[in-house]
């Protein structure tokens, strides 16, 4: 039973809009007894299953370059959102990505992990973190083919910064020995906004596609950066993927 002080702290959480497992990490209670005192705080358990959308542009940016780069959207026959990210369960960004997403969106994701398949899953079912993907971002069925920005948007500078953060951490490739950055896609026009957003922020780049005429294959859309540009890349993006924060030398 907690005390009177620690049932006043869970309200106080709660209304703050801290999630359950947030508050049971921090004061350290069963998630059966927070649960139970977070319900009668807010009123519903469905407040907790939403996450929150930040109001920081570049971290906006960011989320929209992951989904972008690694995201996938589902619409289940119960009428569920169901948002999944896609990762290199050998790659340390999975666990990384994990932590950023529950401090921003003030709720964990499920993390599935498939040893056979080295893959790691993060999950969310959530309607309003689709609503945002879909203000600012664009696509049809195939969502790999035709995912873009959203034209109708006006984007500042910082969202196009996070967007290509997130967009490097996931679909990109950066090499230390070639001093080269490279996002990859087989979105023709997301290769395109990328080329866009690295002219906005001045700096020289290469696009290439890669044509590939085996059956079932798609051609790579490729914009890159090399040398000094892909050192002022990395110090204007700030990638938060480990292996992607290389540390060029300048010549």
């Known amino acids: 039973m907690p005390t009177q002080k620690e049932k006043e702290k869970i309200h106080t959480l709660a209304k703050q809009g801290k999630s359950i497992n947030q ?4 004061l350290e209670l069963p998630k059966s007894t927070v649960y139970y ?4 705080a807010v009123g519903q358990k469905q407040k907790e299953n939403q996450p929150i959308i930040p109001k920081n542009p570049k971290i906006q ?4 370059g992951i989904f972008a780069g690694d995201g996938n959207f589902h619409k289940t026959k119960a009428g569920h959102y169901r948002i999944r990210i896609f990762l290199n369960l050998n790659e340390e960004y999975w666990k990384v990505l994990a932590n950023f997403l529950e401090k921003e969106l003030a709720r964990r994701p499920h993390v599935y992990t498939y040893e056979d398949k080295s893959r790691a899953t993060l999950d969310y079912s959530s309607k309003k973190l689709y609503e ?3 203000e600012n971002l664009q696509w049809k069925e195939d969502k790999t083919k035709t995912i873009c920005l959203n034209k109708d948007e006006n984007l500042s500078e910082n969202f196009k910064i996070g967007f290509l ?4 951490d996931t679909d990109g490739y950066t ?7 490279v996002f990859n896609t087989i979105s023709l026009n997301l290769s395109k906004d990328t080329s866009s957003i690295l002219t906005d922020l001045g700096l020289e780049h290469y696009t290439r596609t890669d044509v590939d ?8 859309h490729r914009v890159g950066v090399t040398g000094n540009e892909a050192i002022e890349l990395t110090e204007i993006i700030e990638p938060r993927n480990p292996i992607k924060k290389c540390k060029f030398a300048r010549l």
């Open 23 to 26: 508050i049971t990490k921090q």
């Open 175 to 181: 090499s230390k020995l070639t001093r080269r950055s």
């Open 37 to 40: 005192y977070f319900k009668k």
């Open 213 to 220: 005429k085996r059956e079932n294959y798609q051609d790579m």
């Open 132 to 134: 945002f993907f879909k």
């Open 61 to 64: 940016g960011e989320l929209c």
């Open 165 to 168: 953060r997130g967009l490097l």
